[in-house]
């Protein structure tokens, strides 16, 4: 069965430092990978959808980057956050057009 | 442009049924999902319609009319457990483009209550 991995589940990091959330997905091959965001009281928002190693798709600018250096790996960074960035962020999967399967979720509280 | 729209908040009672509409406007369709979310979890997925008409799973139904734009998920002898989020989501046309996307509604927040 497939299993999908996401780490940390909580992060505080200051403002201005790097973050990187890595998300690895098991038991399928050339998932379609996404990265989405939800705020407090807000809906999630796609930030990164990926359909294969190095092809990086971005929903909205921003000061975050993603990428896919193996197939079933999926990595969100950032040279430096900002308060905005605040969130909790969720990686997830889907084959085709099947229904997405999501990880844990981090909650990252930038300070 | 792609717009998914869903009631805030919804409250219903113990042993109740609750209908959570959900409207679309979306560049193509390729399905509608509907997750459920609890506070500070991640979504876990609940159903899935392309079709027009309804899908039973136990005590969750969810209905889909494409011409309309429109889904409802239907929760019945609601539980304590069943206090929620409920997401609404769609896939688009052109998969692999953006448009393909799974695109979420913000959610309707459902508190049952004895």
């Known amino acids: 069965s497939q299993t999908i991995h996401q780490w940390p589940a909580t992060l505080v990091q200051p403002v201005g430092s790097p973050l990187s959330l890595e998300c690895t997905v098991e038991?399928?091959?050339?998932?379609?990978l996404y990265w989405y965001r939800q705020a407090a009281g807000r809906g999630l928002q796609l930030l990164f959808y990926s359909v294969g190693i190095g092809q990086i798709s971005s929903e909205v600018p921003q000061n975050l980057s993603a990428s896919r250096p193996q197939d079933r790996q999926f990595i969100l960074s950032s040279k430096k956050l900002l308060l905005s960035d605040s969130g909790f962020y969720l990686c997830?999967?889907?084959?085709?057009?099947?229904?997405?399967?999501f990880g844990q979720g981090t909650r990252l509280t930038v300070v | 442009g792609q717009n998914i729209d869903q009631p805030t908040e919804m409250t219903a009672t113990e042993g109740a049924i609750v209908q959570i509409n959900c409207t679309y406007q979306t560049s193509g369709f390729n399905g509608l999902f509907w997750y459920q979310q609890h506070a500070g979890e991640a979504p876990t997925f609940l159903s899935y319609?392309?079709?027009?008409g309804l899908e039973e799973k136990g005590r969750f139904s969810s209905f889909l009319s494409r011409s309309k734009g429109y889904s409802y998920l239907l929760l019945k002898e609601l539980q304590m457990k069943d206090s929620a989020s409920y997401l609404c989501?769609?896939?688009?046309?052109?998969?692999?483009?953006?448009?393909?996307?799974?695109?979420f509604g913000k959610g309707t927040k459902l508190s049952v209550k004895p």
């Open positions: 319609n392309v079709l027009d």
């Open positions: 989501a769609v896939r688009g046309g052109n998969y692999g483009g953006s448009q393909g996307n799974l695109i």
């Open positions: 997830a999967w889907s084959a085709a057009n099947t229904e997405a399967f």
């Open positions: 038991g399928t091959s050339n998932p379609n």
